[in-house]
Protein backbone atom coordinates (compact mmCIF):
# COMPACT_ATOMS: atom_id res chain seq x y z
CA UNK A 1 0.00 0.00 0.00
CA UNK A 2 1.83 3.35 -1.33
CA UNK A 3 1.57 6.09 1.28
CA UNK A 4 1.37 9.86 -0.02
CA UNK A 5 3.19 12.54 1.68
CA UNK A 6 2.02 15.95 1.54
CA UNK A 7 4.69 18.56 0.61
CA UNK A 8 3.66 22.07 1.63
CA UNK A 9 5.34 25.37 1.42
CA UNK A 10 6.23 27.51 4.56
CA UNK A 11 8.21 30.65 4.83
CA UNK A 12 11.64 31.22 4.90
CA UNK A 13 11.71 32.89 8.53
CA UNK A 14 9.78 29.93 10.04
CA UNK A 15 12.17 27.77 8.59
CA UNK A 16 15.10 29.31 10.33
CA UNK A 17 13.30 30.60 13.94
CA UNK A 18 12.60 26.58 14.04
CA UNK A 19 16.35 25.87 13.22
CA UNK A 20 17.39 28.94 15.70
CA UNK A 21 19.69 28.79 18.66
CA UNK A 22 20.50 25.31 17.10
CA UNK A 23 21.83 26.76 13.67
CA UNK A 24 25.57 26.90 13.81
CA UNK A 25 26.10 25.50 17.82
CA UNK A 26 28.13 21.94 17.21
CA UNK A 27 26.51 20.45 14.08
CA UNK A 28 28.63 19.94 11.09
CA UNK A 29 27.27 21.92 8.66
CA UNK A 30 29.75 21.89 5.40
CA UNK A 31 29.08 25.17 3.90
CA UNK A 32 30.15 27.14 7.68
CA UNK A 33 32.89 24.94 7.59
CA UNK A 34 33.89 25.86 4.11
CA UNK A 35 32.85 29.33 5.01
CA UNK A 36 35.32 29.50 7.63
CA UNK A 37 38.49 28.17 6.11
CA UNK A 38 37.90 31.12 3.48
CA UNK A 39 36.74 33.77 6.00
CA UNK A 40 40.31 33.07 7.35
CA UNK A 41 42.52 34.48 4.68
CA UNK A 42 39.77 36.75 3.09
CA UNK A 43 38.97 38.32 5.77
CA UNK A 44 41.67 40.22 7.28
CA UNK A 45 42.61 41.39 4.16
CA UNK A 46 38.90 42.96 3.09
CA UNK A 47 39.17 44.21 6.77
CA UNK A 48 43.04 45.94 5.90
CA UNK A 49 41.58 47.38 3.03
CA UNK A 50 38.45 48.58 4.90
CA UNK A 51 40.49 50.26 7.84
CA UNK A 52 43.34 51.72 5.31
CA UNK A 53 41.21 53.39 3.06
CA UNK A 54 39.26 54.74 5.67
CA UNK A 55 41.38 55.02 8.50
CA UNK A 56 40.58 58.45 9.95
CA UNK A 57 36.68 57.98 9.97
CA UNK A 58 35.04 55.10 11.56
CA UNK A 59 34.18 52.27 9.45
CA UNK A 60 30.89 51.07 9.32
CA UNK A 61 30.45 47.20 8.22
CA UNK A 62 27.11 45.87 7.50
CA UNK A 63 26.27 41.79 8.13
CA UNK A 64 23.82 40.89 5.62
CA UNK A 65 22.64 37.35 6.69
CA UNK A 66 23.65 38.43 10.16
CA UNK A 67 22.00 34.81 11.39
CA UNK A 68 23.23 33.79 14.71
CA UNK A 69 26.48 36.34 14.72
CA UNK A 70 29.06 33.66 13.67
CA UNK A 71 31.13 36.02 11.24
CA UNK A 72 30.34 38.64 13.12
CA UNK A 73 32.30 37.74 15.87
CA UNK A 74 35.31 37.81 13.99
CA UNK A 75 34.28 41.30 13.08
CA UNK A 76 34.20 42.72 16.78
CA UNK A 77 37.60 43.44 17.14
CA UNK A 78 37.42 45.75 14.56
CA UNK A 79 38.60 49.11 16.58
CA UNK A 80 36.19 52.01 16.10
CA UNK A 81 34.07 50.05 13.87
CA UNK A 82 30.06 50.20 13.95
CA UNK A 83 28.80 46.61 12.91
CA UNK A 84 25.12 46.44 11.72
CA UNK A 85 23.86 42.85 11.31
CA UNK A 86 20.88 42.62 9.66
CA UNK A 87 18.61 39.16 9.31
CA UNK A 88 14.93 38.30 8.72
CA UNK A 89 14.87 36.18 11.44
CA UNK A 90 14.28 37.25 14.91
CA UNK A 91 14.97 34.06 16.68
CA UNK A 92 18.62 33.68 14.87
CA UNK A 93 18.73 38.15 15.94
CA UNK A 94 18.46 37.39 19.46
CA UNK A 95 21.37 35.18 19.29
CA UNK A 96 23.48 36.43 17.53
CA UNK A 97 22.86 39.69 20.14
CA UNK A 98 23.41 37.58 22.82
CA UNK A 99 26.40 36.13 21.37
CA UNK A 100 28.07 39.24 20.04
CA UNK A 101 27.71 41.31 23.52
CA UNK A 102 29.21 38.58 25.32
CA UNK A 103 32.49 38.17 23.00
CA UNK A 104 32.33 42.97 23.27
CA UNK A 105 32.69 42.37 26.75
CA UNK A 106 35.82 39.93 26.66
CA UNK A 107 37.73 42.93 24.36
CA UNK A 108 39.28 45.79 25.67
CA UNK A 109 37.44 49.47 24.64
CA UNK A 110 40.34 50.31 22.37
CA UNK A 111 40.51 47.43 20.35
CA UNK A 112 36.74 46.61 19.68
CA UNK A 113 33.99 47.61 17.27
CA UNK A 114 32.30 50.93 19.12
CA UNK A 115 28.76 50.11 18.34
CA UNK A 116 27.00 46.85 17.26
CA UNK A 117 23.26 47.04 16.16
CA UNK A 118 21.20 44.00 14.74
CA UNK A 119 17.80 44.45 13.13
CA UNK A 120 15.84 42.65 11.63
CA UNK A 121 16.02 43.20 8.07
CA UNK A 122 14.24 40.86 4.78
CA UNK A 123 15.20 41.97 1.61
CA UNK A 124 12.17 40.11 0.06
CA UNK A 125 10.09 42.07 1.51
CA UNK A 126 9.05 45.73 -0.42
CA UNK A 127 8.21 48.67 1.22
Same mark, same amino acid.
Given at each position: ????????????? %?????? /???????????????? %????????????????????????????? /???????????? %????????????????????? +???????????????? +??????????????
Amino acid at each position: MATSTSIRSVPIE %DLYSRW /GADYDQGKVNNMQGLD %DIELETLLPKFLSLVLSSCAALNPKIVDF /GYGTGRNTLKLL %DTPNATIIGLDATQKLLEVAA +RRCQERLATLMPISRA +RELYCEVWNPLIIF
